[in-house]
Nanobody, 124 residues
Framework: QVQLVESGGGLVQPGGSLRLSCAAS????????MGWYRQAPGKGRELVAT???????NYADSVKGRFTISRDNAKNTVYLQMNSLKPEDTAVYYC??????????????????WGQGTQVTVSS
């Protein structure tokens, strides 16, 4: 079983900062891409940022220059540093990971996992 456990959400004033963490645990071969997505009330889930195993990053236009995604491969953890937060950043934030599972000695399968979500509220 593979689990992604997020932490770091909370209530912050506009202009403030938060750092989200997401740690993968369980039995797996490796992890490729990891990312953060968010879902605001009444809206669909949208991409926030992604990062490859070699740390190539991609950001949604709405967060460029304010958010930074990073990862620690030794700890199987991805981070999201969020600065200059705005009320429109309020959402449930989910982490995502493409996990490689070894099925046999010669077979590896990629399975996508999601965390349970962590609430971020930006309000004065």
């Amino acid at each position: 079983q593979v689990q992604l456990v997020e932490s770091g959400g909370g209530l912050v004033q506009p202009g403030g900062s938060l750092r989200l963490s997401c740690a993968a645990s369980g039995s797996f071969f490796s992890i490729n891409g990891m990312g953060w997505y968010r879902q605001a009330p009444g809206k669909g889930r949208e991409l926030v940022a992604t990062i490859t195993r070699r740390s190539t990053t991609n950001y949604a236009d709405s967060v460029k220059g304010r958010f930074t995604i990073s990862r620690d491969n030794a700890k199987n953890t991805v981070y999201l540093q969020m600065n200059s937060l705005k009320p429109e950043d309020t959402a449930v934030y989910y982490c995502n990971a493409d996990v490689l599972l070894r099925l046999t000695d010669a077979t590896i399968e990629t399975v996508q996992y999601w965390g349970q979500g962590t609430q971020v509220t930006v309000s004065s």
